[in-house]
């Protein structure tokens, strides 16, 4: 359940590869292929290497024309020889999400992208807002830990945008939390988008959901310790070294890594967080979360030194 000298020597350098690199990541598939994809492109020293982010399911994109092409010229360039302009194009292409099957490709040359503005918004459990500035009262949310028909199981947060805005790559929630009836929680956070006329904008999902989400993301928070030295301000790495378990009535900070995306959000869209104890969008077991340590009630605390 740790991380030891076993598990150490299951995670290769990456910074050790130096061969080209076309790596491709689906922002459908959060639970499995995307962060590895990401990381390798990123940890990788090679100096000839692309990444292809896109938000459509995987096989399907990477059997259809387009894809196959994108592939072709990459291995005609470095297994063939070619010089086909492989070399001179941008080295990161991302879709940008605006609809189900309808997005923008952007183009950068590295990822993150070195553009990024990175924004951050500020919880407010009195009417379950995200604000531009601190909230200086203190409040709390509480939710059953447990999916429950008779009683409040999720919170969610809700963000409008001022401007047309592009969401691309890493994002992080930061919680201060406690756990009645228990000595842990494990937390599932999802972002959905809402477009100002009130509707839900579904995208492919894990598992060929169709119904999918923005982002998701999960943390058990006794593995909340992080790895300062490898930690960003947009992306908790976390040590998994020991298992920090909850005193009754403590209040503990975590950081939850949202796995990377790309979403576009017009004026008057809304950005929703989900917290909640089980798997969001649950269709079909979706991420398989099955066997948590949830217990009682979580409460989430926000304003004034939370």
Request: charged residues 30%.
């Amino acid at each position: 359940p740790l991380m030891d000298d076993f598990w150490r020597s299951k995670h290769p350098d990456l910074s050790k590869i130096d061969t080209a690199v076309f790596a491709v990541a689906s922002w459908a598939t959060a639970g499995l292929h995307t962060r590895g994809s990401i990381e390798g492109f990123k940890q990788a020293s090679s100096k000839n290497k692309w990444l292809y982010g896109h938000g459509r399911k995987e096989w399907e994109t990477y059997y259809a024309r387009e894809g196959l092409e994108k592939q072709r010229r990459f291995f005609d360039c470095f297994l063939k020889g070619k010089e086909n302009g492989m070399r001179e194009i941008p080295r990161v292409c991302i879709e940008v999400r605006d609809h189900f099957y309808n997005g923008r490709e952007r183009y950068f040359e590295d990822f993150p992208v070195p553009q990024t503005e990175y924004r951050p918004l500020f919880l407010d459990a009195a009417d379950c807002s995200l604000n531009e500035q601190p909230v200086s009262k203190k409040s709390e949310e509480s939710y059953s830990a447990l999916k429950s028909n008779k009683a409040q199981d999720s919170t969610f947060w809700d963000y409008i945008f001022g401007e047309a805005t592009d969401l691309i790559g890493h994002i992080k929630l930061k919680l201060w939390v406690s756990a009645e009836g228990g000595d842990d929680l494990d937390l599932h956070v999802a972002l959905k988008k809402i477009d100002k006329h009130g509707n839900e904008v579904f995208f492919p999902d894990f598992q060929h959901v169709e119904r999918g989400l923005v982002a998701s993301g999960w943390l058990r928070v006794s593995h909340r310790e992080l790895d300062e030295e490898r930690s960003t301000i947009y992306q908790p790495w976390l040590k998994h070294e020991r298992l920090l378990k909850l005193s009754p009535q403590e209040v503990v900070s975590c950081e939850i890594e949202i796995l990377p995306s790309a979403t576009g959000f017009l004026k008057g869209d809304k950005l929703r967080l989900i917290v909640q104890g089980y798997d969001v969008l649950n269709v079909f077991n979706r991420f398989k979360h099955e066997e948590t340590v949830n217990r009682g009630q979580h409460i989430i605390y926000t304003g004034g030194l939370y």
